[in-house]
């Protein structure tokens, strides 16, 4: 492995170490838990892509020190733009919410000392609601990180539980179609192909048109995923759709399964990222 590689991992090993320690110390010092939470979310985040580097590497085995740079470099630029992402869920969402709080139980307070306990039981019943939203919001950043729902009911639920987050999130009329019969889980296989549809979903919902549909088919073959938009998600010029960080993020977790991912991208038309699992990997 050249040096390069060497301290790209020693950053992400001192990101997940130093994630790790501000969660600890914030916990023992009494900080609120929506703090503590916070900084272990990212502490999870950067130790899982540390994880991820490892079989990355020995699918990089064979390739130049350029391209495993290369690859090294966008796996890191991901990591940024998923803490960046986190960051503003939590400072829009669950902080506002809780600073909100806070204030309305001054009013609650206030309300008691002074016997209006009619003003009180209003004010309690938006505390109620806040904190409900609060959880909603938390649910939905805990999900970025890991599909919870996927361990607990499947690759199929989870991609159900996808196309809805999105629709809710970015506004964009989303669907999932869902295969027949039962399904036989496989964790790593599963795990991936839920990343590439998260992924191309969210691109879809941002640069592509609307409607998003999620499809997930399995025959005796092959496991067949596609992820279609109306156009415009890979690019909007006619050109070839340039290998930016997601799409290749997609093809590394692609390879590691032993799939194939192909993208068709018509200008005006549709948009579509399909991946091909072999039924015998």
């Known amino acids: 492995m050249s040096s390069s590689t060497d301290r790209r991992l020693l950053r992400i090993t001192g990101v997940a170490a130093g994630g790790a320690f501000a969660a600890a110390a914030a916990s023992l010092a009494g900080a609120p838990a929506a703090l503590t939470a916070a900084v272990t979310a990212i502490a999870i985040l950067a130790s899982g892509a540390l994880l991820w580097a490892r079989p990355a590497m020995r699918g990089a085995r064979g390739r130049g020190p350029r391209e495993q740079g290369e690859l ?62 609060a959880a909603d919001d938390l649910r939905r950043t805990v999900a970025r990180l890991h599909p919870v729902v ?52 969210v691109n879809a919902a941002r640069h592509g048109r609307p409607p998003v549909l999620i499809s997930l088919q399995r025959s005796p073959a092959d496991i067949h995923l596609s992820v279609e938009d109306r156009g415009g998600a890979l690019n909007g010029n006619g050109h070839a ?28 038309t549709r948009t579509i990222v399909s991946l091909h699992v072999p039924a015998a990997r």
């Open 150 to 201: 996927m361990q607990q009911q499947g690759l199929v639920q989870a991609l159900g539980s996808l196309a809805e987050t999105v629709n809710e999130e970015y506004g964009v009329a989303t669907s999932f179609d869902r295969p027949r019969g039962g399904w036989e889980a496989e964790e790593d296989r599963d795990t991936a192909i839920f990343q590439i549809a998260r992924e191309a979903a």
């Open 241 to 268: 759709p340039r290998e930016g960080v997601g799409i290749r993020m997609m093809r590394e977790r692609a390879a590691r399964i032993g799939a194939e991912l192909t993208l068709e991208s018509a200008p005006g």
């Open 72 to 133: 090294f470099d966008h796996m890191l630029d991901a990591i940024d733009a998923e803490r960046e992402t986190l960051a503003h869920c939590l400072h829009d969402g669950p902080q506002q919410t809780l600073t909100a709080v806070r204030l309305m139980c001054d009013v609650v307070r206030d309300a008691v000392s002074k016997g209006d306990v009619h003003h009180a039981e209003e004010v309690l019943g938006r505390l109620e609601r806040l904190a409900a939203d």
